[in-house]
């Protein structure tokens, strides 16, 4: 899916979508220190892009929003690497879950880092623009 073509409403959908995932990854591993472990970090780290994304949009400003993006951005990475630990250790065995759930949280995280530069860019223009007219 093209970076351009998705509107909020879908790229709302996808991250709760990806909670979803994460969710049902967590609480299919086994119930042992490290699968305790893991599975709760799964859970805080990929449910909290939709929940991040959701502030993002009541943002107050501009610069308010880019934080509360780059939040969001945060926690991808933090997720991402968090289902690759879970797949080395072999703590969950869906490969095609696990798979999958890699590749949207890769999606996720470019998404992400396109609109953190492009709304940082608009930051900067606007900025600029107001400089120069005073």
């Known amino acids: 899916m093209s970076v351009q073509k998705i509107n909020k409403f879908d ?20 119930s042992t220190f490290s699968g305790n472990h893991l599975s709760g970090q799964l859970i805080r780290s990929g449910t909290s892009p ?3 994304y959701g502030e993002a949009q009541s943002g107050g400003s501009r610069k308010d929003f880019i934080h509360k993006i780059k939040i969001v951005l945060k926690e991808l990475r933090e997720t991402y690497v968090c289902l690759k630990i879970i797949n080395r250790s072999k703590l969950y065995t869906n490969d095609e879950l696990k798979r999958e759930a890699l590749i949207e ?13 492009t709304a940082q860019k608009n930051m900067n223009i606007k900025t600029n623009q107001i400089l120069q007219k005073s």
């Open 11 to 30: 790229l709302e959908e996808r991250l709760i979508d990806f909670a979803v995932t994460t969710i049902r990854i967590a609480e299919s591993m086994p």
């Open 50 to 52: 939709a929940l991040n």
């Open 105 to 117: 949280n890769n999606e996720l995280i470019s998404i992400f880092v396109k609109s953190t530069e």
